[in-house]
């Protein structure tokens, strides 16, 4: 349903971004995309994705235990999984990693489970143990990175593209339509891993 | 400005949206979590508590955060006296995500803020106009709150302090450029901020209300009048059902513009906090350190 022709790929212009709205950082998301010049709107409940054509979807950063929580009560879990399901693409940053993750190392919880990743919450520490670095991002180069009490996939499936490793831990990777930051492209003022998201995802 | 401070900027900006409660123990931590916070504010006892046995009121035990940071994975916050740096230096040892130099606690110094650029770990102070929240925020601090009434369960001191807010910085954007030096001054801020605040219609962090949300249509209000998130005190677990209302007040905050759904929170909540009309109160926490 989201697979359009390969002119609206080259470019971000045509398509229409949902950007999950619970809690966290999505505003920062909104902003990363108009800057790009594609539009977007919140998902904030059910209602917002009502006759909504959506070329992808965006799960931000924030705490993963309230964003996952509403997704339930406030009935989006069902037509996100599903959206996802189908193919339309998936971004998610920090907490949105740990949402689209199938395991979570240590939390019982779990949530859309789309991605073949398992996760490691905190992975980093408390806020002491947040940082700015800059990395390499495969296609991409060098790239600034900002972690927050961030998480990184502690293992993968064969079938997942590891893009980024910091430390020896993955920190970015990609599976089909799927993409996941353990750090925060929304919070620095390069745009590279967005325009990466709307051409190959 | 150095890559801690944007750190610990950024941290603030992750809680957005969100629900900080107060908690005084690990269970009731675990009840917050379950039910929707976004962090978790550790302190011995809840401000109606506080007010009601008087006294001297301190940071809290660090054993007892250390158990609330064990029991919850969501970020923990605790609060020091204002000026007490060296309760700030104890809770950055036991590795605390967010300090609180807080109004609610006795005041070590009647004249100077921590300097809070000397931290690694960040601040949150409260402000009831601009000009205290510009200067906390050129002490470091890297998010700001209203200083709404601790403990009183009367809203109408965040209120005032959000509208006055709001309409201090409505002003300086209305300002020709030369006109901002003596704002500054007016402000006793420093001008760089007083430029921010001009040139970007907002504070230069985030900033969230506090004191006195009781209520889901409390938090709504608050969100509608420009705050980012809310800290909720007594409100919670003062209540008849903590859980209950706990989760509907993080729902309102994610839906803070959806009348219809708040009137759904809104329903058989058990009893909201008896409190105090801000008349009948005899401390006024909100004026102690400007």
């Known amino acids: 349903m989201s697979r359009r022709s390969l002119c609206s790929w080259q470019n971000g212009a045509n398509k229409m971004i949902g950007v999950l709205a619970l809690q966290g950082g999505f505003i920062e998301h909104i902003h990363a995309l108009d800057r790009l010049g594609t539009a977007a709107f919140e998902i904030r409940k059910k209602a917002d994705l009502d006759n909504k054509s959506i070329d992808g979807l965006i799960l931000p950063g924030g705490e993963s235990t309230v964003i996952g929580k509403l997704l339930r009560d406030l009935d989006l879990f069902g037509p996100l999984q599903k959206l996802i399901h189908h193919g339309t693409p998936a971004f998610g940053t920090c907490a949105g990693l740990i949402l689209l993750a199938k395991a979570i190392a240590n939390d019982p919880n779990e949530y859309l489970s789309a991605m073949d990743i398992t996760a490691q919450r905190n992975a980093f520490g408390r806020q002491l143990g947040s940082f700015h670095t800059s990395g390499h991002f495969a296609g991409l180069g060098k790239i600034p990175m900002t972690f927050i009490r961030a998480p990184f996939i502690a293992a993968a499936n064969d079938s997942v593209e590891i893009l980024s490793e910091i430390n020896g831990h993955a920190v970015a990777a990609k599976q089909g339509h799927i993409l996941v930051t353990a750090f925060h492209p929304e919070l620095t003022e390069d745009l590279s891993v967005h325009r990466f998201f709307l051409e190959n995802c | ?290």
């Open chain 2, 1 to 290: 400005m150095n890559d801690r401070y944007e750190l610990n900027k950024n941290l603030a900006q992750m809680l957005k949206g969100g629900v900080i409660m107060d908690v005084t123990n690990p269970d009731q931590a675990r009840i917050a979590e379950k039910a929707g916070a976004c962090a978790v504010m550790a302190l011995e006892r809840i401000p109606a508590d506080i007010r009601a046995a008087g006294g001297v009121s301190r940071m809290s035990d660090p054993k007892m955060i250390k158990e609330i940071q064990i029991a919850v994975s969501i970020p923990v916050m605790a609060k020091v006296r204002i000026g007490h740096f060296a309760e700030a230096q104890i809770l950055q040892a036991v590795e605390i995500d967010y300090i609180d130099e807080s109004e609610v606690l006795s005041p070590a110094d009647d004249k100077y803020h921590i300097d809070k650029m000397k931290f690694s770990v960040p601040f949150v102070c409260g402000a009831k106009d601009l000009g205290e929240a510009l200067r906390r925020i050129a002490e470091g601090a890297s998010m700001i709150r209203t200083k709404g009434e601790p403990g009183t369960g009367d809203i109408v001191q965040a209120v005032r302090h959000m509208r006055m807010i709001s309409q201090q910085i409505r002003r300086l954007q209305n300002q020709r450029e030369d006109e901002l030096f003596h704002a500054a001054k007016e402000l006793q801020v420093p001008y760089e901020l007083v430029k921010y605040v001009h040139d970007y219609g907002k504070l230069p962090v985030v900033n969230f209300a506090a004191g006195g949300i009781a209520t889901p249509a409390d938090a709504a209000l608050m969100m509608q009048l420009g705050a980012e998130g809310v800290f909720v005190g007594s409100g919670i677990f003062k209540s008849g059902d903590p859980g209950r209302r706990a989760e509907a007040i993080v729902k309102a905050v994610t839906n803070f513009n959806n009348a219809k759904l708040l009137a759904s929170l809104s329903e058989d909540l058990g009893d909201a906090m008896v409190g105090i009309n801000e008349q009948e109160i005899a401390l006024l926490m909100a004026e102690r350190g400007k």
